[in-house]
């Protein structure tokens, strides 16, 4: 069987168990590469408010394959729910919806590699600093509502699909 599918305007083809040439084989692989360095290269736009990056361009390829390869399934499933809490809100902006958002933020941030949620780090410089950052994050939200931040978490998770794919045909 024999499936097409597109990662940022990139197609490829992915023919199951069946690698049977190596140029199939590397040309697969160079767009998991691909699709790492992507994510690399949009940490920046998919990172939520107030979350620590500790990459900073230190991580190599095979330091996102082996986060990957562990956590795939956990990093497509909190993107989505991150980004489909993002669209609820910027589609009502009401209190109710940004409680989601805030929650959901804390899962994405679990499982995007190599990053920290500020406030966790932040928890003995007392309550009313953290309050106050608190406040700034929520109302960061109301200002930035109809910016891109959807649309890179969508090329985000496309990234993680092809990722998943290629880990599922060669485990």
């Known amino acids: 069987m024999i499936l097409f599918y597109a990662v940022d305007g990139i197609f490829a083809v992915n023919v199951g168990k069946r690698l049977e040439n190596n140029i199939i084989l590397g040309a697969v692989l160079n767009i998991v590469i691909d ?3 992507r994510i690399k290269e949009r940490r920046f736009w998919v990172i939520p408010p107030y979350a620590y990056d500790w990459d900073e361009d230190e991580k190599s390829v095979e330091d996102y394959v082996d986060y ?5 399934d956990c990093c497509i499933c909190d993107a989505m729910a991150y980004r489909n809490s993002l669209f609820e809100f910027e ?10 958002v805030l929650d959901m933020r804390k899962r994405f941030i ?10 966790d780090l932040y928890e003995d410089i007392g309550s ?14 109301y200002e930035f509502a109809g910016d891109d931040s959807i649309s890179h978490i969508d090329r985000y998770i496309d990234n993680l699909v092809c990722i998943k794919e290629y880990m599922q045909d060669n485990p």
Do not use: G
Not at 91 to 100: A, F, G, I, Q, Y
Not at 110 to 119: L, N, Q, V, Y
Not at 128 to 141: A, E, G, K, T, V
């Open 35 to 37: 699709a790492i360095n």
């Open 68 to 72: 990957y390869r562990r956590n795939i």
């Open 91 to 100: 589609n009502v902006l009401s209190e109710e919806s940004l409680s989601v």
């Open 110 to 119: 679990s499982t995007f590699p190599f990053c920290d949620d500020k406030f």
């Open 128 to 141: 009313d600093r953290c309050n106050s950052l608190y406040l700034q994050m929520r109302n960061s939200y």
